[in-house]
T-cell receptor
Framework: EPEVTQTPSHQVTQMGQEVILRCVPI?????FYWYRQILGQKVEFLVS????????KSEIFDDQFSVERPDGSNFTLKIRSTKLEDSAMYFC?????????????FGPGTRLTVL | KNEVEQSPQNLTAQEGEFITINCSYS?????LHWLQQHPGGGIVSLFM???GKKKHGRLIATINIQEKHSSLHITASHPRDSAVYIC?????????FGTGTRLQVFP
């Protein structure tokens, strides 16, 4: 069964460093998402991406964040200058059809630890 | 802004018991999702509902659009059902998540 994959599973970085989290969505899916979950808190939407552009973003997704689909298979989330409060589990998801009315398939997550 | 409330926050049950988890939301939505988060953190989609009722194995999900309420039922619960169950509502391009219900089923 097709699945969403994410690398790395765990990333440790120093405050102020740039990190890139990678995701490979399911191959025929058209909509891509990033969510984050701070330890002990609920999952929060960061950004959705369709047709090579951001379709919606949350207040959390400020200028320090960017997303890219560089090669038609990977979908990346870049945090330019990490802060302690960026420590969280980051989930990538994809869906085949329209946005929030279609089943979203989640990757296993990347745990980001900022020291 | 849509608020998603789940109850209870924590639930313990004996194997075989019937489980109900509730979700309510404040603003009209396009769809409601029930998700399961395993202890390791992975998230799996269980159901996506826009009306009525869906059943998959021992899991049943219902939604009442007028009352802005959904329930997830687990029949004949089993220890392997132990997980966090999350309700999320579809709002344009994003999902808005509830805080989750932590379920522990004991043998």
């Amino acid at each position: 069964e097709p699945e969403v994959t994410q690398t790395p599973s765990h990333q440790v970085t120093q405050m102020g460093q740039e990190v890139i989290l990678r995701c490979v969505p399911i191959s025929n899916h058209l909509y891509f998402y990033w969510y984050r979950q701070i330890l002990g808190q609920k999952v929060e939407f960061l950004v959705s991406f369709y047709n090579n552009e951001i379709s919606e973003k949350s207040e959390i997704f400020d200028d320090q964040f960017s997303v890219e689909r560089p090669d038609g298979s990977n979908f990346t989330l870049k945090i330019r200058s990490t802060k302690l409060e960026d420590s969280a589990m980051y989930f990538c998801a994809s869906s085949a059809l329209t946005r929030s009315t279609d089943t979203q398939y989640f990757g296993p997550g990347t745990r980001l630890t900022v020291l | 802004k849509n608020e998603v409330e789940q109850s209870p926050q924590n639930l313990t049950a004996q194997e075989g018991e019937f489980i109900t988890i509730n979700c309510s939301y404040s603003v009209g939505i396009s769809a409601l999702h029930w998700l399961q988060q395993h202890p390791g953190g992975g998230i799996v989609s269980l159901f996506m509902l826009s009306s009525g009722k869906k059943k998959h194995g021992r899991l049943i999900a219902t939604i009442n659009i007028q009352e802005k309420h959904s329930s997830l039922h687990i029949t004949a619960s089993h220890p392997r059902d132990s997980a966090v169950y999350i309700c999320a509502v579809g709002d344009t391009d994003k999902l808005i998540f509830g805080t989750g219900t932590r379920l522990q089923v004991f043998p």
